[in-house]
């Protein structure tokens, strides 16, 4: 079983930046795909980012909205992944959850694909 927990949300005005991160419990951290979405009322829960990791380094995947603006990075050591966002619009407003696969087959934004999930973290972004 694994624990995810998010952390670094909050309210920000337009331009600004948040770090959240998600410590994960469990001794096989690195075993896994941990990616972030975001979800909105009303809407489904969406794929923004995610980061695998291999003997060989790291594989980050990126959704096309978020090009560029956001970074994913994960600390094996510390059962830790990153999400740094920056210039942040108020589009970007939504509940962040971290979210933790073990599977490498299927696509990588599919939400379905992961195992675990945090509760959520509420970023904010005013203009």
């Known amino acids: 079983q694994v624990q995810l927990v998010e952390s670094g949300g909050g309210l920000v005005q337009a331009g600004g930046s948040l770090r959240l991160s998600c410590a994960s419990s469990?001794?096989?951290?690195?075993?896994?795909?941990m990616g972030w979405f975001r979800q909105t009322p009303g809407k489904e829960r969406e794929f923004v980012v995610a980061i695998s990791w291999s003997g060989s380094g790291t594989n980050t995947y990126y959704a096309d909205s978020v090009k560029g603006q956001f970074t994913i990075s994960r600390d094996n050591a510390k059962n830790t992944v990153y999400l740094q966002m920056n210039s942040l619009k108020p589009e970007d407003t939504g509940v962040y959850y971290c979210?933790?696969?073990?599977?490498?087959?299927?696509?990588?934004?599919?939400?379905?694909?992961?195992?675990?999930w945090g509760q959520g973290t509420q970023v904010t972004v005013s203009s």
């Open positions: 469990g001794r096989t951290f690195r075993s896994y795909t």
């Open positions: 979210a933790a696969r073990y599977s490498t087959t299927g696509p990588i934004h599919d939400a379905l694909r992961y195992d675990y």
